[in-house]
């Protein structure tokens, strides 16, 4: 005789909870596998959601969770070529204190975005 597996179960999510996490990726910086994984659905799930749900319907303004960490950044003065860029990094256990010209901005950004990852 041949073991009978169980039954798989189709969730089923409320239109609520998909606009809900539909507006939490639309917002800038957020990671759609993230939320994704943060509320337990697929991430291909959400992004057909994003696409069923367009940018120009009307989707409530949802909070961003606990998890994701608002970031301040401050303006700086970029009409001067002098100076350098400064920043602390913490990540992990690992500190880093970056000095950059501010000749290099791009080169910068680039740096700290592959860094970050």
Not at 32 to 40: E, F, I, P
Not at 53 to 80: G, H, M, R, Y
Not at 98 to 107: K, T
Request: aromatic share 6%.
């Amino acid at each position: 005789m041949t073991p009978v597996s169980p039954a798989r179960h189709r969730r089923i999510h409320s239109i609520e909870f998909k606009t809900e996490l539909v507006a939490i990726c639309r917002q800038p910086g957020i990671s759609v596998s993230a939320v994704a994984l943060a509320h337990g659905v697929n991430s291909n799930l959400v992004r057909r959601w994003m696409k069923q749900f367009p940018v120009d319907a009307k989707l409530p303004v949802a909070s961003v969770p606990a998890k994701f960490v608002p970031v301040q950044v401050e303006a700086i003065n970029t009409s001067s070529s002098g100076g350098d860029i400064q920043f602390d990094i913490q990540r992990g256990a690992t500190r880093v204190n970056i000095r950059w010209p501010m000749s290099g901005a791009e080169s910068c950004a680039q740096w700290l975005s592959v860094w970050l990852k």
